[in-house]
């Protein structure tokens, strides 16, 4: 083997110590900075500081406690709840998702044929349909005047839900691959930016009464991050041979059984992979939470954003210190399923 | 045990016609076989007996119930499957006492029964051993453990054995001829190798395109087979087929080949048959290589001429490729057989496995 000329190693060591340093900057910022005193976080005198001189603990003290002092604070409460909000609702939103997910996943394995493209063209013509179909009894209500209130919202819904299930049946006489749209329509869900659907949302949680409690943002981040959760699966159960699932009802298991004793433990590598990403899909939601929490379940993020206040500027110190709390229960959570994540990961993405 | 019995039986993929009304009766306690090439629909017309797969059409029986509306778990079947569908979560003994854990058997039953499977199989030493460990050998025999531990009326097994090693394939099949002798166990095995079915069933069912072609005993298959296709399929190397078309000379009834010269006469019966058939100028004559003999001077006046071509030494016997006319055919020549290509050979025929098929039908004629 040739040895490689000495500046080549140079500018080979320099591009990686370069790229490394960008990737890990940010965190050692984070890191050091929720351990510096205000003087050092802040920029007041002009001086910075790479390394904590002064090592305190005070920015965790501010955001972990009340306070009832007498001069201004930007958080008069402590972060305490929003932990416990943001451990609810990520766990439970991704419970959900993968309670209703990985069964619509198995579903659509094992009971569906693979149909090709054109349930793509089904989908997308059926979207449009909706939405032309809808178009006319949205401008009937608004000039009603009952798209504010819960009935209007909940009539427009079930129209809604009737309108496209009759243009999925008439489509699916002219084309036969229901599975195959299935599939695709539950991806859809993911199809447009969020904050198109966090509004509309927002107003039917606020006529429901589901604003700003954990089952209301459990339910949104169940829906969410369901497609995801479908798709996964899907890949990690169209690995395990058909024949395993047969097997099972043939010497006497239900579908059920098949699936519970047989199917599900040898895609555990897949579930804990998948419930890692979508545990850090709802862990570091922002948008959804801002909208649907006021005063009582705020997460994580949310807070994050009130740490600031016009009288006494961004609180950059406590940001950290709470951001580094944020860290912990998805590392801690990554280490617990390390090992299956690998074999999970890899087993899902190799393709037969 | 039980008896299967398919009436009428017919499977559609969309527009594909796996299995065209398929007609058969499997007795009670015998090895029956169900051979073809890969896309017959042996295996769709096995799926349907186990449940796994629904008929678009007619009726599967076990025994005299109907059966196409019973779940497959209540079937009370066996399945051994060719990639052998083991759990590979669980260890040796939970793969093989699953059927009677999923009946609510009681934990005690069940190690006695995985004990009794285990060491039949000769797996005792490995019940604790993680089910992904094994080599295929030992997964095929704990696929055959799990199957047998519910004791099932009927046992199907598809393509059970081709995954493994030439010397343990050919161990197991005279296990499982052993083991389906000893209990009497109705047996429905799906093969595309003829060696297999030939050497273990007592029954025979060739299909091809989805069409039963011919059922029967090993014998049956083998020496009256019903059309060129089964003719085709049964036998290694494969029989000689040579187009040919009838002739009658002074009351005598010939073969005459039409892309050669040669000439074999054929008995009265035959010729009465074949003088009243209306394709007898577009016909087919086969004969198997092994039933032809070799020599260096016409020994009778039926010998037929052909040219050597290549030999192939395969140990206990020789085949002897040669040129007939502008046809090849295969001839089985004794070990010591060293004639050099080029050499004149006079081919002496038994005319009694002598076989005469319609050349547009394929169907024999007898």
Redesign the interface.
């Known amino acids: 083997m040739q040895k490689t000329p000495t500046w080549q190693r140079v500018v080979r060591y320099a591009l990686v110590i370069i790229v490394v340093g960008m990737f890990t900057f940010p965190t050692y910022w984070m890191v050091t900075m929720a351990f510096k005193p205000k003087v050092e976080w802040s920029t007041a005198h002009g001086t910075i500081y790479w390394v904590p001189k002064n090592p305190t603990l005070e920015n965790f003290d501010t955001v972990l406690t009340e306070y009832r002092g007498q001069f201004f604070r930007a958080n008069q409460s402590s972060a305490l709840p929003s932990i416990r909000s943001s451990i609810i609702v990520s766990i439970g939103g991704t419970l959900f998702a993968l309670l209703i997910g990985t069964l619509a996943a198995y579903g659509l394995s094992r009971f569906s044929v693979d149909t090709g493209d054109l349930p793509w063209y089904v989908a997308l013509g059926r979207l449009a349909l909706l939405i032309l179909v809808l178009l006319p009894f949205m401008v009937l209500w608004a000039w009603l005047g009952i798209i504010r209130y819960w009935y209007g919202i909940l009539t427009f819904t079930i129209l809604g839900i009737a309108a496209d299930q009759l243009i999925g049946r008439l489509l699916g006489r002219i084309y036969r691959g229901p599975t195959g749209s299935l599939a695709f329509s539950i991806l859809q869900l993911r199809m447009f930016p969020p904050m198109a659907i966090v509004i509309p949302v927002m107003i039917m949680w606020s006529a429901f009464k589901l604003i700003d409690t954990w089952y209301g943002l459990v339910a949104v981040y169940g829906v969410v991050t369901f497609p995801f959760v479908v798709w996964l699966m899907k890949s990690f159960f169209d690995e395990i041979p058909r024949e395993l699932d047969e097997a099972a009802i043939v010497d006497g298991a239900s579908n059920w059984g098949a699936f519970l004793k047989v199917v599900l433990p040898l895609a555990k590598g897949g579930l804990a992979s998948t419930a890692l990403f979508v545990f850090i899909l709802n862990w570091s939601d922002f948008l959804i939470a801002l909208l649907l929490t006021t005063r009582d379940w705020p997460t994580i993020p949310v807070f994050l954003n009130s740490l600031v206040s016009s009288e006494i500027g961004a609180q950059h110190g406590p940001k950290a210190a709470l951001g580094l709390l944020a860290v912990i229960p998805p590392v801690v959570f990554g280490i617990l399923i390390q090992r299956y994540l690998v074999r999970g990961l890899t087993f899902g993405a190799i393709k037969r | 045990m039980a008896s299967v019995r398919l009436e009428n039986l017919r499977k559609e993929f969309g527009t594909v016609v796996a299995v065209k009304e398929l007609n058969l009766h499997f007795p009670d306690g015998k090895f029956a076989a169900i051979l073809g090439p890969s896309g017959c629909g042996k295996t769709t017309t096995m799926n349907m007996i ?3 797969e629904t008929p678009t059409r007619g009726s599967i029986y076990f025994d005299d119930r109907r059966m196409n509306d019973v ?5 009370d ?3 051994v ?3 052998y ?1 083991i ?3 669980m260890t040796i003994a939970e793969n093989i006492g ?2 009677l854990k ?2 609510g058997v009681d934990e005690t039953t069940i190690r006695r029964e995985v004990g009794k499977i285990a060491e039949l199989l000769e797996l005792t030493d490995m019940l604790n051993v993680n089910a992904g460990r094994l080599s295929v050998n030992d997964m095929q025999k704990v ?1 055959l453990g ?2 047998m531990i ?1 004791k099932p009326r009927i046992f199907l097994l598809d393509e059970p054995f081709s995954n493994l090693d030439a010397a343990f394939r050919a161990f197991m099949r005279g296990e499982l001829k052993r083991i389906q002798r000893e209990i009497g166990q109705t047996m429905i095995y799906v093969t595309h190798d003829q060696v297999e079915a030939m050497s273990m069933a007592d029954l025979i069912a060739v299909m091809d395109f989805g069409v039963l072609q011919q059922f029967g005993s090993p014998d049956e298959i083998y020496n009256q087979p019903v059309n060129t296709f089964v003719a085709n399929f049964i036998g290694s190397p494969n029989m000689n087929f040579v187009a040919c078309s009838f002739r009658s000379e002074d009351g005598k009834g010939y073969l005459v080949q039409k892309r050669g010269s040669a000439r074999i006469a054929i008995d009265e019966r035959r010729r009465q048959l074949l003088e009243h058939h209306s394709g007898n100028q577009d016909l087919i004559w086969g004969i198997r290589p092994e039933h032809m003999t070799l020599h260096a001077e016409p020994i009778s006046s039926d010998c037929i001429q052909a040219v050597v071509r290549f030999l192939e030494p395969l140990g206990p016997k020789t085949v002897v490729h040669l040129r007939l006319g502008e046809e090849h055919i295969k001839v089985i020549a004794p070990p010591s057989y060293r004639e050099a290509a080029g050499v004149v050979q006079w081919i002496q025929i038994n005319p009694q496995y002598l076989h005469v098929f319609d050349a547009k039908t394929g169907v024999v004629i007898r």
Request: charged share 15%; aromatic share 16%; hydrophobic share 40%.
């Open positions: 186990a449940g796994l779940p497959p778990g209540k079937r079947v066996g399945f499957f060719q990639n569908a759990f590979t979560h699953f059927g999923i009946r696929a799990r199957s519910v």
